[in-house]
Nanobody, 123 residues
Framework: QVQLVESGGGLVQPGGSLKLSCKASGRTFETNAMGWFREVAGKEREFVGV???????YVSDSVKDRFTISQDNDKNTLFLQMNNVKAEDTAVYYCVAGRPMTEFQNPSAYNYWGQGTQVTVSS
């Protein structure tokens, strides 16, 4: 099993910044990718970004001008830097891990999910 623990969510004003963290532990060798999805109630989970099996960083076109993904040197901690946030960024953000290979934008391709952290963008 792999455990994923997110932190860093909260309330932020439009135009502000927030940094999410995700710490992975356990049998992390079972996975080769870590990433982020977000979910708004009543909508499908949306791909945000991933560090893929080939050590490439992919970020959704919808946020790539504002969001950045990075990793700690040990590659067990994943970060999501969110800049110039907008109201539509309000969601529960989930950290994921698995072996999605080329299906990295498909939420079903990930075995492990964190508990989620709420991000609310509001003035």
């Amino acid at each position: 099993q792999v455990q994923l623990v997110e932190s860093g969510g909260g309330l932020v004003q439009p135009g502000g910044s927030l940094k999410l963290s995700c710490k992975a532990s356990g049998r992390t060798f079972e996975t080769n990718a870590m990433g982020w999805f977000r979910e708004v109630a009543g909508k499908e989970r949306e791909f945000v970004g991933v560090v893929s099996w080939n050590n490439h960083f992919y970020v959704s076109d919808s946020v790539k001008d504002r969001f950045t993904i990075s990793q700690d040197n040990d590659k067990n901690t994943l970060f999501l830097q969110m800049n110039n946030v907008k109201a539509e960024d309000t969601a529960v953000y989930y950290c994921v891990a698995g072996r999605p290979m080329t299906e990295f934008q498909n939420p079903s391709a990930y075995n492990y999910w964190g508990q989620g952290t709420q991000v609310t963008v509001s003035s």
